[in-house]
């Protein structure tokens, strides 16, 4: 399994309640361990499928931008606030803008 797998992952960033509060997802491994350890609910069925997705993608049975997905339907469900993370320098350049606006 590749629980270090970050290629074609776009971070996330999760605000949960208690004194972990701030997660940033940024590879599969990170968010096997958020559903498990830090979850606030166990018996969503996005959950549920959110964990059943985060196998698959560990195992190679889906790509993990469609893990991504069931995550952040799951933290819907949980009713858990979701930041989309933009790697620095990851973002395509815009041919348009002047380099210095690009950074």
């Given at each position: 399994m590749?629980?270090?797998?970050?290629?074609?992952?776009?971070?996330?960033g999760?605000?949960?309640?208690?004194?972990?509060?701030?997660?940033i997802?940024?590879t599969?491994g990170?968010?096997?361990?958020?559903?498990?350890?830090?979850?606030?609910?166990?018996?969503g069925?996005?959950?549920?499928?959110?964990?059943?997705?985060?196998?698959?993608?560990?195992?190679?049975?889906?790509a993990?931008?469609?893990f991504?997905?069931?995550?952040?339907r799951?933290?819907?469900?949980?009713g858990?606030?979701?930041?989309?993370?933009?790697?620095?320098?990851?973002?395509e350049r815009?041919?348009?803008?002047p380099?210095s606006?690009q950074?």
């Amino acid at each position: 399994m590749c629980w270090n797998t970050s290629s074609a992952f776009t971070p996330v960033g999760f605000a949960l309640r208690g004194p972990a509060s701030r997660k940033i997802v940024w590879t599969l491994g990170d968010a096997a361990r958020l559903l498990i350890n830090d979850w606030p609910c166990d018996d969503g069925e996005e959950y549920v499928a959110a964990v059943k997705a985060c196998v698959d993608a560990l195992s190679g049975k889906i790509a993990p931008e469609q893990f991504r997905e069931a995550l952040l339907r799951a933290a819907d469900e949980a009713g858990i606030a979701t930041l989309s993370l933009v790697r620095q320098g990851m973002g395509e350049r815009r041919p348009d803008l002047p380099s210095s606006a690009q950074r």
